[in-house]
C-alpha cells in the first residue's frame, strides 16, 4: 500500500525541482511570475478598459478592444523578429516557418487564440469579474483533455489527485456562481448565457496551449541545451525527438519562441477581422448591421488614440492591458516548452489571486454584480486546493513515460 507521500507524489515533486539547474529554475520562477501577473492583471484591466471607454457603452468595446490589442501584438513580434533576424542573420534559420506544419501551425495556433479572446471579451461585459476569475481555472482540464488526444499524453486522468482537483474546482466555481444562477429575470437570464459562453472561450485558449507546445517541440533544435532527457514531460512529442518523417529545418529556442509569437499574432489579427461580422449578429453583436459594425469600429480606435468620444483613460488602460498580454504571451510561450498542462495549470493559480484582489480593492470591480464575500472566499480557498492538487499530480507524474 503506497504511503501518504507516494500517494502525493510528494517525493517525484522534489526530485523534479532538484533536477533542474539554476538558470532553468530562473526561468522556469519568472516565467511563472510573467503568466500569473499576466493573466490577473488582463482579467482586471480588460473590465477597467470596457468601462472607461468615454460615450461608447460596454456592449460596444468588444469589438475595438479585440482589434487594437490583436493589431498591437503583432506589430510589436513581428518587429522584435525582423529585429532578431537583423541581428543574427548568419547565425540562425527560418526555414522551418515555411514548412507546411509550420504555416498550418501558425494559422491554428491564432485561430484558437482569437477564437478564445471574442468569447471571452464579448462576454466580459455580462458576466461577474469573480466569476471570470473563477471559470479561467476549468482552462487546465480542457489542456490535460486536449493534450491526452493531440499531444499522446499516456497518464491516466482517472487518478485520485485530477478527480480531487475536478471536484474542488468545479465546487469553487458552483459556490462562486449561486449568486447569479439562483436569480430569475430576464436580465440574469441573459447573463447566465454570456457566463456559459465565458466558460466556452477556455476550450479554444486550452487548444492554443496545446498547439504552441507542439510547435515549440517540432521546431526547436535537437541539440538545444536548455532540456535534457531528465526535464521533459510525458509526451512523446519531445524537444530532443524527432518524428520518422520530421525532415523540416529546426532553430534555437528563442529564435521559435519569437517566430511563433510573430506569425501567431499576425494570424490572430487576420482572424479577429475575419470574426468582425460577428458584431452584427443577432443578441451577440452590438450593431444592426456591417455598415454599423464599420462605423463602431472607427469610433473605438478614435477613441483609444485621439481620445474622442470623452475617452479620457482608455488609452491608459490599452497600455496596461497590452503589458499584461505581453508579459503573458512570454511567459506562456516558455511554460508551452516544456508542458502545454504546466501552462495551463499556473494560469489556473492566476485565477484565486485575481479574485482576492478583487475581493481586497473592490473599487477595482467595475460590474453592476454585487460581490457576495461568503461564496466568493469560499470559492476561492477550494480553487487554491484545486490547483495545488493538480500541481502535486502534474510534477509526480511528468517521468512516467521517459
Not at 480588460?46 to 456592449?59: E, K, S, T
Not at 501584438?73 to 514548412?99: D, E, G, P
Not at 504555416?103 to 458576466?127: D, H, M, W
Not at 472561450?201 to 504552441?212: D, E, K, R
Amino acid at each position: 500500500m503506497p504511503t501518504i507521500r507516494e500517494f502525493l507524489h510528494i517525493d517525484a515533486f522534489l526530485e523534479t525541482y532538484r533536477a533542474l539547474t539554476w538558470r532553468e529554475l530562473v526561468l522556469i520562477i519568472v516565467a511563472v511570475l510573467m503568466v500569473i501577473s499576466g493573466n490577473a492583471g488582463q482579467l482586471i484591466v480588460l473590465n477597467l478598459w470596457v468601462a472607461h471607454m468615454g460615450l461608447i457603452p460596454p456592449p460596444e468595446t468588444p469589438l475595438s478592444i479585440l482589434t487594437i490589442s490583436s493589431s498591437t501584438m503583432a506589430v510589436f513580434f513581428i518587429a522584435a523578429i525582423l529585429i532578431r533576424a537583423a541581428l543574427n542573420w548568419k547565425t540562425i534559420s527560418f526555414r522551418f516557418l515555411f514548412s507546411t506544419k509550420g504555416l498550418v501551425l501558425s494559422v491554428v495556433i491564432g485561430l484558437c487564440n482569437a477564437l478564445n479572446g471574442v468569447l471571452l471579451v464579448y462576454a466580459t461585459p455580462s458576466t461577474s469579474e469573480i466569476l471570470q476569475a473563477l471559470l479561467l481555472c476549468t482552462q487546465v482540464f480542457w489542456t490535460l483533455a486536449g493534450s491526452k488526444l493531440l499531444l499522446s499524453d499516456s497518464r491516466s486522468i482517472l487518478n485520485f489527485l485530477v478527480i480531487g482537483s475536478f471536484l474542488c474546482v468545479a465546487g469553487g466555481i458552483v459556490l462562486g456562481a449561486s449568486p447569479t444562477f439562483s436569480q430569475s429575470s430576464p436580465t440574469t437570464s441573459s447573463t447566465k448565457w454570456w457566463t456559459l459562453i465565458f466558460a466556452a472561450s477556455m476550450i479554444p485558449g486550452a487548444l492554443y496551449n496545446v498547439f504552441a507546445s507542439m510547435y515549440m517541440r517540432a521546431f526547436t533544435a535537437v541539440d538545444e541545451p536548455t532540456k535534457d532527457e531528465n526535464t521533459e514531460d510525458a509526451y512523446p512529442l519531445l524537444v530532443n525527438q524527432t518524428e520518422p518523417e520530421d525532415v523540416h529545418e529546426r532553430s534555437d529556442s528563442t529564435t521559435v519562441k519569437l517566430t511563433m509569437l510573430a506569425t501567431t499574432g499576425l494570424s490572430q489579427m487576420l482572424w479577429m477581422f475575419v470574426f468582425m461580422p460577428l458584431n452584427a449578429a443577432p443578441w451577440f453583436g452590438s450593431s444592426d448591421n456591417l455598415a454599423e459594425t464599420r462605423e463602431m469600429l472607427k469610433d473605438g480606435w478614435s477613441c483609444v488614440f485621439q481620445r474622442e468620444f470623452g475617452c479620457t483613460r482608455a488609452y491608459v488602460y490599452y497600455i496596461a492591458f497590452n503589458v499584461s498580454y505581453f508579459v503573458n504571451y512570454i511567459g506562456s510561450a516558455y511554460l508551452n516548452h516544456f508542458s502545454a498542462t504546466l501552462n495551463s495549470m499556473v494560469t489556473q493559480l492566476s485565477a484565486p489571486i485575481a479574485a482576492i484582489i478583487l475581493l481586497v480593492a473592490p473599487s477595482l470591480n467595475v460590474g453592476a454584480q454585487a460581490v457576495e464575500v461568503g461564496p466568493s472566499v469560499g470559492a476561492i480557498i477550494l480553487l487554491m486546493l484545486g490547483s495545488a492538487v493538480f500541481t502535486l499530480w502534474e510534477q509526480g507524474t511528468r517521468k512516467k513515460v521517459q
